[in-house]
């Protein structure tokens, strides 16, 4: 579990074929490795990993094809930035959101504009996440948490303070560029709630407007 508080900006090393998957070398910048061992979790752009080996300077991690398909870590190359957040422990401070680091779909950065000192960026989430999408609800692109400021359809606005543009990648995103998004775990939870008994069928997935009427979920 994580925060989306991110504790570093890092770059891609190298990036090496491996058996089908590939291997992530991530040097990590000013992340403290000190308390890491072989195991450990180590979010990269939102992407929960596996530290496989500790060479001083970063790490590295096993990436499978799943996650391959599932996120935008096609994406990144030798220098690529990447935003770096250790796994929370028992005392961690708490300030951002529960982030389980499981990307659950690839966004795409709409449009960016100037706000005074801020930075507001629309973005565009797959169709099949904008229902966990809320206004003034919490989000994580690119494992960083933040609050949304605004929702149209599948797109959502975000006003990024000059901090966080500092300590993220966020500074250098443009129109174009895709992201991992992780919605706020309650919301998915919430929806299987909902589907009380029906969650044990095989088909039950997708809450529908029909079923939120059928179980008086909605007022006629």
Not at 179 to 203: F, H, I, M, T
């Amino acid at each position: 579990m994580f925060t989306g508080i991110i504790e570093s900006i890092g770059s891609i090393r190298a990036l090496t074929p491996k058996g089908g998957d590939v291997r992530v070398y991530v040097e990590t910048g000013k992340l403290d490795l000190s308390d890491v061992k072989l195991g450990d979790s180590i979010a990269v752009n939102g992407v929960c990993l596996t530290a496989v080996e500790l060479p001083g300077n970063g790490f590295a991690a096993d990436v499978s094809r799943e996650t391959l398909d599932c996120t935008a870590m096609n994406d990144l190359k030798s220098g690529s930035p990447v935003n770096l957040e250790k796994a929370l422990t028992p005392t961690t401070r708490l300030g951002g959101h529960l982030v389980s680091g499981h990307v659950d779909g690839v966004g795409e950065v709409v449009s960016r504009t100037d706000n005074a000192r801020a930075v507001e960026f629309r973005i565009r989430a797959p169709k099949e996440l904008a229902k966990y999408i809320a206004h003034k609800g919490s989000i994580t692109v690119d494992g960083t948490s933040l609050t949304v400021n605004a929702v149209d359809g599948a797109e959502f606005l975000l006003t990024i303070i000059p901090h966080t543009l500092s300590e993220t990648i966020m500074a250098s995103y443009k129109p174009g560029r895709r992201v991992n998004l992780e919605v706020d775990l309650l919301a998915r939870y919430l929806e299987r709630l909902l589907l009380g008994d029906k969650a044990a069928e095989p088909s039950a997935g997708n809450i529908t407007e029909s079923f939120l009427a059928a179980n008086g979920y909605l007022k006629s």
